[in-house]
């Protein structure tokens, strides 16, 4: 053993020691003052048994109400002040043991505590970090305290304690079932939640706080169950709403069922719960298709609204109202700013003039004279100076000079006749 762990069980003894003289000077509730210290005490073993009998006296119904509030005020000092995993979780178990050995009115008188404080079991900056090992210690701690202030819930919920009392769950309505069911999983949750892990699985006080759990695990998934397959009856007479929750919670009871066996297996390589038998959580029935049977019911589930509107006939639909004909407007024109449309008179005079000037006249087969024209006086050689050629030569040359230079001389007389 280490000196900084001697050192840690000196000084621990020393404080349980001062405790216990100052609750036998100072305390009216003396003896219950000493009980509590000594059986929350930094020894890292159980409790003896005698000073647990002593505390559950003090808290039965037989006692006035102000004793049950101071015993319950006392147990949440201790737990508040401390900052040895020992201490907290032996109070804790002191607390557990309670609740489960105990007579109702003292769950009531927690509940009524935790309105009017601050919840004592509210551990969650809870850490002993005077050791490796104690960090393991104290994250099981925190993960007790939840599990025992959902316990604390659910009988809230359920006005019932499903550790000692028959489970209610296969009598239940549907308002009444989506209430139960959702309390019963998320303490289930809280239980798979104690799975130890590190030095946490070997230690011996632990192992205790966790054989407790383990057995109330079982009457909660028999509850489970019962809700479970009243759940599915009344499945298909839900409204739309309440079947998508019912729906949510038949799925997180499967995923809870996966993760419940891995959890047995663990308590069964600890040997804890011998004697018992675990269970498992059922879903209603032995269809492995009964999910997806109901994700479909769901699916065709449809409010009344819906199937009145599906079955009513829909009107027919009016006729179209005739269109108006549309008077096209006329499209103007746009203004003829260079004048090609409107060419000047002068121009087209000129072009006029031009092609009646160089138009060709076919010559007309004209016999020649048969003699020389005495009434003007000229005689034959004069005539033949200025009378056109009738040979076929002269009239193709002057057909071919036309042609050629009739389109050049029209371009030329048009232009020459604009003004520019």
Known sequence: MSTQKKLRKTLGAIKDSTTVNLAKVNSEYKELDVAIVRATNHVERPAKEKHIRAIFAAISATRPRADVAYCIHALARRLSKTHNWAVALKTLIVIHRALREVDPTFQEELIHYGRRRTHMLNLAH????????????????????????????????LKYDVESDRSKSKDLDTPELLKHLPALQELLFRVLGCQPQGAAVHNFVIQLALSMVASESIKICNAISDATVNLVDKFFEMQRPDALKALDMYRRGEKLAERLSEFYEVCKSLDIGRGKKFVSIEQGTDDKNASPKIILALEYKKSPEVQEEAHSPSPPEPEPEPEPAKVEAPVAEPPDLLGLNDPTPAASDLYEKNALALAIVPVSDQSAPAGPNLANGTTGWELALVTAPSSNESATADSKLIKGGSVMVDTVTFFSGIPL
Do not use: I, M
């Open 126 to 157: 809870f850490k002993d970090d005077s050791s490796p090992n104690a960090w393991d210690y104290s994250a099981w701690v925190r993960t007790y305290a939840l599990f025992l202030e959902e316990r604390l819930e659910c009988f809230r919920v």
